[in-house]
């Protein structure tokens, strides 16, 4: 019986791979009772299943490919996780990898193979029909991330010079027409793109109003070389269920759909969250011994780093040796400058992600940025330095620890836009190279100053 | 004549609010010269307007208001920044902002109303027609961030008993049709929705069909109190393009389409990013004023973690003074540990918001970082100590800050997936609080062991 608390409960729990799921299937796999586990898996979505696949352990991985091999759903692969999608195409095997890819629209399977390594590659494209393989080499052919890549070839298309009913018929009884599609797209004799018209909105015309006079003429392209990025933000920014595609001759050559630009989104988020600690997008699932060595990579540049700054104070120890103070208090100068850059270059990479930060605003983001450096920089000079004043009792003490400060903070300030900015204009990641670099200048710079000043003017 | 390069060029160059485009304004509203001033705004989208209010120093911000108050589309304020959203609708004034809300669908009015102070959200609400009043206030009710703020009121539905032809004709005539829909949701008498027919897939039905044998039983159903951020990802997890919404009765009380949770997503993103920084998610386009505010906060957290640092430091000047290397080499013991540690606690806070860390699979998750970090601990324990051994010529030195260095890394791999998942237990964000607890604890901890050990065995 249904009742209104477990519809609820019901509707909370679209997640299949629920804890207690995955273990009575674990041990229906350990028991061999097959049966039994085929019929855990059965209600499950295939994205679903891609959760239970990723949350098995290796042996159990292995054994629920085999189970549902004999249907493989292809579009499992597409909820996986790269590192554990591998080891399951590794399992599934060439034939039925490709046998299962035909059934997909052109953008899905395309999504499976493009991850492929070049030799599987051209074994699983061996193994397809002719005539999607010839549409899938094609695609293959534009570049990676690009528009080209997202695209379905499928599209719902009309000539200008259709009345509504000439449309309805054929979306009605055409073979061409996609399973799925929201728009219509309105095409001149030269088959490009002019307008589109929502597959709602199509009922509610009069059947003999020419189709011209419904279109919708202000219509977002995407050119097949946009880079995907861009094409999530034009989707985001205009609120677009689905676009078309066009070549360089403005040709429509296919549409990308929203459902696809919400993975880009997701993608793209957690690229630069976890590039901006140093991590591999997808090192939440990646097997102990990958985890380890990316790890391990921007460890190392911290320790690149953190050595610079051994160096730099080793250089002082005379100085720290007559006043042990400066020991205690250096650590102030470099973690107030790393976290206030970290906060500029987080907030500059998020901004550049985002299309906020253009050239238009660029000035006055850097006046911003370096006004705020220096206003929290002086604030906390004063704070710190009123503060062990009264713990050391020296003022001189307290003013090269503030001017350190001013500075050191101003500087982080700077170099946390200047940085993000200049590696994106080199056509690099901004999240990824800015940190470190970061704060390998201001630990530098920070140790420097602070006890260079102490130097000059204390010993 | 359009040429395929200005027509790529077209296509590149939808972000209407140009570098070119922001300065002929400032210009032209300097000059006063409005006419070309609402020439140069004329052929923009909302969402570019929106881009260039966010981008105009306050003065002409103030002057383009005034321009298109006239004829101001609200959909504006749904593009902007709250900071710059918040200016804008104190230019505007109560009676204009009801009156152009009132032109908006529910979902759309509400999310610039729930986002007012308390006495101008009464203010405007009383501006607004009884009618979308009242649909308005039902809706506010719900919780904040909760499904029911997303969803809009209007939604396609027919009863079960229906034929495809019944439901055509409902679609083509009835005022009761949103705007803009994708699916038609089936309803029982109890009007629960119980299945869903994509529109598109209904065009190639036969007429006689009844609607119950085309549905799509399989639904997902949104209870009107989940949280946002569920929503977005129920939806992306199962390539939804909408889904209706029901009460705890079960019954359909609105729908929510993707373009919403392509919103949230966006949201959710920059709010991860930003908070593992300690900055506020809308920095930056906030004032000078708010953005130095919300960083001094953080700023100060770092502070005080730091002060704690310096006081572990000072309870050791005697051993420093007596070894001024440790000076020299204390950064590392912490450094390597804060990095290895913002890299676990990144990585667990987007596995929780993309909900790839579970239950199911937290052990697991605890202990490939323990793991990790242990095997990154040896492993700069063995590189780090044969360098300090070579530059310092102390055995017992190199093995001290080894040991500190295991310890530490160690520590840092347990509390940075601890540290988020029990904040996140606890109901709070675990982006906003897990990196200055976790940081306050490698410092502290990493002077502690190594000043600690170093004055054990060395002095």
């Known amino acids: 019986m249904s009742t209104p608390e477990n519809e609820q409960n019901q509707a909370h729990s679209f997640y299949g791979a629920s804890a207690d799921l995955v273990k009575a299937l674990m041990y229906a796999l ?6 039994h586990a085929r019929t855990l898996i059965a209600p499950l979505h295939a994205a679903d299943l891609a959760d239970v696949l990723e949350n098995l352990q290796p042996e159990y991985r292995a054994k629920l490919v085999e189970l549902i091999r004999p249907h493989f759903d292809p579009d499992i692969l597409n909820h996986l996780d790269d590192s554990v999608k591998d080891e ?3 399992l599934i095997g060439t034939q039925d990898l490709a046998a299962a890819l035909s059934d997909l629209e052109s953008d899905d399977a395309l999504s499976v193979i493009e991850d492929l390594d070049q030799t599987l590659q051209r074994e699983v494209l061996r193994a397809i029909p002719a005539e999607e393989r010839a549409i ?44 799925s599609f929201y728009d219509v797209f309105v095409v001149n004799p030269k088959h ?45 920014h205009y609120g677009l269920v689905s676009a078309p595609v066009i070549d360089t001759s403005n040709r429509l050559v296919g549409m990308i759909t929203v459902d696809d630009v919400v993975s880009v989104m997701e993608e793209e988020a957690t690229e630069d969250i976890m590039h901006l600690a140093g991590i591999s997008e997808s090192d939440f699932h990646a097997p102990i011994s990958a985890t380890f060595i990316t790890r391990f990579r921007w460890l190392f540049v911290t320790l690149i780093n953190t050595a610079l700054a051994v160096f730099v104070i080793s250089q002082f120890q005379h100085t720290i040796e007559k006043l042990v103070a400066l020991a205690a208090l250096m650590p102030i100068a470099t973690a107030m400058a790393g976290n206030s850059g970290m906060q500029v270059v987080t907030v500059t990479v998020r901004a550049i992600a985002t299309r906020d930060l253009r050239p238009a605003n660029l000035l006055r983001s850097f006046r911003k940025e370096i006004s705020v450096g220096l206003m929290n920089g002086l604030l906390f000079a004063v704070i710190i330095g009123l503060v062990s004043a009264l713990f050391f009792k020296s003022l001189g003490l307290s003013l090269v620890l503030g001017g350190a400060l001013i500075f050191n903070m101003a500087w982080a300030s700077f170099a946390g836009i200047m940085l993000p900015v200049t590696i994106h204009k080199m056509g690099l990641d901004p999240a990824l190279s800015a940190g470190p670099l970061l704060t390998t200048t201001t630990d530098v710079l920070g140790f420097a100053v602070f006890l260079g000043l102490a130097s000059l003017f204390l010993i």
Not at 168 to 179: C, E, R
Request: proline residues 7%; contains cysteine; hydrophobic residues 40%.
């Open 30 to 35: 350990h028991e061999e009772t097959l049966d």
């Open 88 to 90: 399951v195409i590794e």
């Open 136 to 179: 899938l080499e094609e695609v293959l052919t534009y570049p990676e991330d690009s528009a080209g890549r997202m695209m379905q070839r499928e599209v719902a298309y009309v000539p200008t010079f259709w009345t509504v009913s000439d449309v309805m018929a054929h979306l009605t009884k055409s073979q061409d027409v996609p399973a």
């Open 192 to 236: 490009q793109p002019v307008g589109s018209v929502p597959v709602c909105r199509l009922l509610k015309q009069k059947s003999d109003t020419p189709i011209e006079q419904v279109m919708e003429a202000e219509l977002y392209k995407i050119p097949v070389t946009m880079d995907k990025e861009e094409v999530a933000h034009v989707f985001h």
